[in-house]
């Protein structure tokens, strides 16, 4: 992606500039602009005043002199930006009506306080703000809407006030609807609300990724029963369709509710399987029986029945060219998670690298790319945990790396995290190549 749903603007990002600061009269127009941003996020509204007041002495405006800050922690953020991120309503009010401050105002990366409001789930400034006319559809610069971020933090009550608001319930940020983020995060009460408000179960790029998959792959059933009953078609998304997602997956139930909504059990994947044989391969017996019925039989298997399906599903595991297997008969979670990962579907590939781990626990690399599924799928804690386990096995790859996604972790920049962490993950398997070849060189 690399973008993210989560923008800075808390008080980790500045306080210790902050307090370093020349406290005398002679003050640097970036000292008072310091000084008014911290007072904002404090909620300190005669300090915001008194400093706004000496800001337009030395003739800057607010965003003049913000953009003027020369310091790692500065995003471009305003006054309004801390304060709407800090909850605090008073300043919210004094800095929009007595400072004029614009309600949509943006920052260099054109997040508006409406958005950080909902990151920080401050509620009573998401409703003042717009009760006084704040866009409830208006984008960041990367596409990221007010409701895309409620659905990101499963904040249900925030995405039915935006809508009341008149939010567009279909905005598309790379490559995801608002109802898309939420059954990646199997949160069927906010598919419920998103549906309501007739957003399009279909909505997708290319059909690729759809929303029903999303919510195959999260193994929510009261979403994707939520999906079916508003019109998704059961049969978008090849060549992985939602039945292949949920026989790969062994999700039952799901196969059940997809095939009593008319889902074709012979749509093959881009191997040509069709989903009874992904479900034989990987064991899922009672998966076998249900879609045994309904499947047409293949005249690769001479023995069309339980028994004949299964013998012919343990001679196909050998085949090393199979993506769902590795050379030593066993699924390949890696190569699988690489695959879901490059679909975006980060929810999947965060389940398989897990299973990778459990299988080997001692390859680093794992760590690293769990570390990046848990930042698409807005886990912090796992991803910052993920991060300096890898850091800490790996200390001499990419070190300045991970040691600076981790910081950036810290500090909610979760959009330049992801990337810092990819590169150094890239860096990484260079280094390694690198070595392999210089081993190999010497021998």
């Not at 009269?25 to 904002?40: C, F, G, P």
């Not at 680093?364 to 850091?391: E, F, I, Q, V, W």
Request: a negative charge; charged letters at 20%.
């Amino acid at each position: 992606m690399e973008s993210s749903l989560s923008y800075s603007g808390g008080s980790s990002s500045f306080p210790q500039q902050v307090q370093a600061r020349n406290p005398s009269a002679n003050l640097s127009v970036e000292d008072i602009t310091v000084k008014l941003l911290s007072a904002a996020y404090a909620g300190d509204v005669p300090q915001v005043k008194k400093l706004a007041k000496r800001l337009a002495k030395a003739g800057k405006s607010m965003d003049e002199a913000v953009a003027e800050i020369k310091a790692p922690w500065n995003r471009g953020h305003g006054p309004l930006h801390l304060a709407a991120a800090a909850g605090k309503v008073e300043t919210c009010k004094f800095l929009i009506k007595d400072l004029k401050v614009h309600v949509d105002t943006t920052g260099s990366i054109g997040v508006t306080p409406l958005i950080l409001a909902i990151q920080h789930g401050c509620s009573a400034v998401i409703r003042f703000l717009l009760v006084h006319d704040a866009d409830p559809s208006k984008a960041a610069s990367n596409g990221v809407t007010p409701l895309h971020t409620a659905a990101a933090q499963d904040a249900c009550e925030l995405a039915e006030l935006l809508l009341s608001k008149g939010a567009y319930v279909d905005p598309m940020w790379e490559k995801r609807t608002p109802l898309y983020i939420a059954c990646q995060r199997g949160n069927a009460r906010m598919m419920e609300i998103l549906l309501q408000h007739q957003a399009d179960p279909n909505a997708a790029v290319l059909l690729v990724h759809t929303p029903l998959k999303a919510a195959v792959f999260a193994r929510s059933l009261e979403g994707v029963e939520l999906l079916i009953k508003a019109g998704a078609d059961v049969n978008a998304g090849q060549p992985v369709t939602p039945l292949i997602g949920a026989a790969t997956a062994g999700f039952t139930d799901c196969v059940k509710c997809l095939l009593k909504a008319d889902a074709d059990a012979n749509i093959p994947d881009n191997n040509g399987r069709v989903p009874i044989e992904i479900a034989a391969i990987k064991g899922w017996q009672e998966c076998v029986e249900i879609l045994l019925p309904v499947t047409t039989p293949l005249a690769r298997v001479a023995d069309w029945s339980i028994e004949g399906i299964t013998q012919h599903a343990k001679l196909s595991r050998p085949n090393l060219q199979d993506p769902l297997l590795h050379e030593n008969d066993k699924p390949d979670f890696e190569a699988n998670g690489d695959a879901a990962f490059s679909d975006r579907d980060y929810a999947l590939a965060l389940n398989l690298y897990t299973k990778a781990v459990e299988t080997d626990p001692g390859n680093s690399t794992l760590y690293a790319k769990r570390s990046l599924c848990s930042l698409h799928t807005g886990d912090k804690s796992n991803a910052m945990y993920d991060a300096d386990t890898y850091k800490g096995m790996e200390p001499d790859l990419s070190k300045s790396c991970y040691a600076q996604g981790a910081a950036l972790i810290l500090v909610k920049e979760y959009d330049r995290a992801c990337e810092v962490l990819m590169s150094g993950l890239h860096l990484d398997f260079e280094s390694k190549l690198t070595d392999t070849a210089s081993s190999g060189d010497h021998q």
